[in-house]
């Protein structure tokens, strides 16, 4: 079992759609990052988080610590959205970023 | 955010050739850069964490007289792949780590994409 889970692992969506991508893990976490990752490969960070909800522009994330458990909310949804979204998290007892495998959103005009 | 740049974004080389790839913070000092390598359809691996300085600590399996990491200076990282192989063709990112008040920031590269023919 990995550490990060992703879900779903592809999400296809019509264009202004409400998106919900979701993200579990099972250590102890210091902070979660979401990225994204257009086809031509560069990985962009959305948002890190430590507590709470974070919004900036269309996208949303929450976390919630108990559950261990984060979202990624696109609203509004736009061909341009279309991406793999990773969820990355780095553990209170190392340095380094846990990623997800991913989610590959395509997004329809 | 901060600004990771990576060049070359794309390279293609012979057998049995040495690439430079070079990772720079653009507007800020980085603590601590992040070499990472990605295969199609999978996430990213971490191949090794280099501080400003001293030497690289890398990951089990990845070797250090293949993938020599040089860390200059707190905005210029680099990562050499030594007499490639085809079986090193894959999609090379660093990220780079920076302290914004309590909180470690960590930024990503644009990646650079390694065929070896």
């Known amino acids: 079992k990995n550490e990060v889970e992703q879900s779903p692992q592809n999400l296809t969506a019509q264009e202004g759609e409400f998106i919900t991508i979701n993200c579990s893990y099972s250590v102890g976490i210091s902070a979660l990052h979401w990225l994204q990752q257009h086809p031509g490969g560069g990985i962009v960070s959305l948002f890190m988080l430590s507590s709470g909800k974070k919004k900036h522009g269309r996208l949303i994330a929450t976390i919630n610590i108990q559950e261990k458990h984060s979202s990624l909310h696109i609203t509004a949804s736009h061909p341009r959205d279309s991406a793999v979204y990773i969820c990355?998290?780095?553990?209170?007892?190392?340095?380094?970023?846990?990623f997800g495998e991913g989610t590959q959103l395509t997004v329809n005009p | 955010g901060a600004v990771v740049s990576q060049h070359p974004s794309r390279v293609i080389c012979k057998s049995g050739t040495s690439v430079k790839i070079e990772c720079r913070s653009l507007d800020f000092q980085a603590t601590t850069m992040f070499w990472y390598r990605q295969f199609p359809k999978q996430s990213l691996m971490l191949m090794a964490t280099s501080n400003e300085g001293s030497k690289a600590t890398y990951e089990q399996g990845v070797e250090k007289d293949k993938f020599l990491i040089n860390h200059a200076s707190l905005t210029l990282s680099t990562l050499t792949v030594t007499s490639a192989h085809p079986e090193d063709s894959s999609f090379y990112i660093c990220?780079?780590?920076?302290?914004?008040?309590?909180?470690?920031?960590?930024?990503f590269g644009p990646g650079t994409r390694l065929t070896v023919l």
């Open positions: 990220s780079a780590r920076v302290r914004t008040g309590p909180y470690n920031e960590q930024f």
């Open positions: 990355a998290v780095k553990e209170t007892s190392g340095s380094r970023l846990t």
